[in-house]
Structure formats: structure tokens, C-alpha cells
């Protein structure tokens, strides 16, 4: 009887470790030193471009909501492309609300009978009581097994062992809701026969409820050159942290490659990354601006940035534009980058 008691009181402490376990080593992977999320669907019995139509639906739904937005397709390729921005609540009672923005990009890439879904460029916003600025964090410094666990890695650390815990089960809702799409349920509910789902749903559609897929043209050769009006190129991968966190607060301007007399100083910066292997970044600009009318899909543009007390530039991007979304009353430009230059 002892024997039985002590056992009952190890219960919840043995299945409290089972919970915590999918948080811990190994629950956030990384490639090449970055956070990526990666989930692989496949689907024998269907072609890459049943696969891509499938997964263009599904993208078109989950990322209409508020904060979530397709950026571009390529059905021919087989790729998508979106952003998100969204609140992850830690606790949320009548008298306190405890959460943090986070900002993650998704790529989803339908090769064959498979698609493949990376999410990724996650970072966070964090408002903190004793301090005007919020605290921002990238998922490589803050949710990896090295910054997020304990020595033991067997405990997540207090501070930033939420974010890793949300970020996780975030990433597991979107990939069960993609799965979902393909009518593949969880372990514990039996699935539905796939092929004849797919066949019903696809001969009740009328193909118009597709949205046509925006051809992506390839970027030219880049003409890197060792320096241009003053500034040394630079390679987009190699840049420090260091010298990307300063451009939010650098005054910028971004103008067409056609007519580089005509800029736009009222435009503000989003970001740089990776999307589908390219070197991208993105600024948010005005459907108004002149600039933004004289940039079409697959023109050259600038952005150049100096500090607010040198009017002199000291970095510039040169992009060819791929795609763009809405944001609120803006735009959101979306460029490869073909160089960087750094004074």
C-alpha cells in the first residue's frame, strides 16, 4: 500500500515531464546557426501542381487574418511566400496581460508529391515595465536549446523559456492546420481516405476560386563592384547585427533605378532575410508615393540610409522588386538584393 501511494504521488510530476518534454533539447532546430521550423507533407498520390493548389488555398485562409499576409507564388516553381506579426500571450487575466509581438516568415516550397513548410525570422517585441522602448529579441539569441535551457537542458530557463514554449506550440498549430488542408488529422483521430477528399473538393471547385499564381522573374547577374559613390560592397549574408540594428534609427530614402532624381523619404524599413535561398529585404511605403508608382515587379531600386547627423550615406541595397503586400494604408515592397554597399 505504501509502495502504491508513493507511486500515485510521482504521477504528476512524471507526466508533467512528458508535457515538458517537447519544449526541451532539440524542440527548436537550427541550420546553418538560424532558427527554422520545418514540417514535410507528403502526398504520393498527388502531383506537385494538386500539392501547390492545395497549399495556395490553404496559405490564401490562414494568412488573411489580421497581421498574417500572402506575399507572393510562383505556381510554376511551386512556391509560397508569407509574413506574420502577431501577439503570443504568456498569461492574460483581468489585471495583467503578459505578451510579446512576434514577427516570423514562412516559405512553403511544393516539389513532386511534397510540400515542404519553413518558418522562420522569428523575433519579438517585448514591453517591459521599467523601460519606454520594448526589449527585441531574435530567436537565435533568445528560444535556441543554448540561450533558452538550463545547463542540464532537462528545465526551461524563467525568462525566455515562454517565448521558446509559445513559439513551438505556434509552429506546431500552423503545421497541423496546413496537414488539415490535405484532410490529415491528428495521431489520435482516424483520417479520412485523402484521394477521394481531394478528387470530391477539386471537381466541386470551379478552377476561378484558384487565384492565378504571380510569375517571379529570376534577378540579373549581380554587377557587384568593389565600390560605388564612396562605399564598399558588401556581402548581404556577412553583415553584422550590429550594423542591421542601426538602420531602423538611420534616416532612409528609397528611389527608382530609371530615375534616381526621384526619391522617397517617408518610406520606413522592414527588414532583410532569406526567403526561398534569396537575400531579400523589404521597407513600407506610401501607394501614393511617386516612387512606389515607378517601381514595377522586377525594377531596380535603391535604399540608402544615413544618420541623422550626416546627411552623407553609408549604406545602400540594391534590390530588383519580387513581389509586395498591404499592410494597413501602406505597401510593403519586397526586393532580391543584387548589392550592398557599406561606407
Known amino acids: 500500500m505504501k509502495h502504491l501511494l508513493l507511486f500515485l504521488l ?15 533539447a532539440g524542440a527548436v532546430p537550427e541550420e546553418g546557426g538560424k532558427v527554422v521550423f520545418t514540417k514535410e507533407i507528403s502526398m504520393p498520390s498527388l502531383s506537385q501542381d494538386q500539392i501547390y493548389d492545395v497549399m495556395h488555398l490553404w496559405a490564401e485562409k ?13 505556381k510554376e516553381k511551386g512556391d509560397i511566400a508569407a509574413v506574420g506579426e ?11 496581460l503578459d505578451r510579446a ?10 516539389e513532386n508529391s511534397t510540400a515542404k513548410i519553413k518558418m522562420n525570422g522569428i523575433r519579438y517585441e517585448y514591453n517591459v ?23 542540464k537542458q532537462d528545465k526551461l530557463n524563467r ?3 515562454k517565448f521558446r514554449s509559445k513559439t513551438i506550440d505556434f509552429a506546431s498549430a500552423m503545421f497541423e492546420s ?31 476560386t484558384i487565384a492565378p499564381a504571380r510569375q517571379i522573374a529570376a534577378a540579373p547577374v549581380s554587377n557587384n563592384t568593389d565600390v560605388c559613390q564612396g562605399l564598399s560592397a558588401f556581402e548581404p549574408d556577412k553583415i553584422p547585427s550590429t550594423l542591421l540594428n542601426m538602420l531602423p ?63 552623407e550615406t553609408w549604406f545602400m541595397i540594391q534590390c530588383i522588386k519580387q513581389g509586395e503586400s498591404t499592410e494597413g494604408q501602406q505597401k510593403v515592397i519586397i526586393g532580391e538584393i543584387l548589392n550592398v554597399w557599406i561606407r
Request: proline letters at 5%; a negative charge.
Open 129 to 151: 515595465s521599467y523601460q519606454r522602448n520594448p526589449e527585441k529579441y531574435t530567436a537565435e539569441e533568445w528560444i535556441t536549446d543554448k540561450y533558452a535551457l538550463n545547463k
Open 62 to 74: 490562414f494568412f488573411s487574418e489580421e497581421g498574417r499576409r500572402l506575399v507572393y507564388s510562383d
Open 159 to 161: 525568462g525566455n523559456g
Open 249 to 311: 534609427e538611420s534616416r532612409m530614402q528609397v528611389s527608382p533605378a530609371n530615375n534616381e532624381t526621384l526619391a522617397e523619404r517617408y518610406a520606413t524599413w522592414k527588414e532583410m532575410g532569406k526567403m526561398f535561398g534569396k537575400n531579400i529585404a523589404s521597407v513600407s511605403i506610401s501607394p501614393d508615393s511617386e516612387v512606389y508608382k515607378s517601381i514595377k515587379d522586377n525594377d531596380i531600386y535603391t535604399i540608402s540610409f544615413s544618420k541623422k547627423d550626416d546627411p
Open 10 to 24: 510521482f504521477i504528476p510530476s512524471l507526466l508533467m515531464a512528458q508535457v515538458n518534454q517537447k519544449y526541451l
Open 101 to 110: 509581438l512576434m514577427n516570423y516568415r514562412v516559405t512553403i516550397e511544393c
Open 86 to 96: 502577431e501577439y503570443i500571450a504568456f498569461q492574460s487575466t483581468t489585471l495583467s
Open 178 to 208: 496546413a496537414k488539415a488542408a490535405f484532410g490529415i488529422q491528428p495521431a489520435t483521430t482516424a483520417a479520412p481516405a485523402i484521394a477521394v477528399v481531394l478528387s470530391e473538393q477539386q471537381q466541386q471547385q470551379p478552377a476561378a
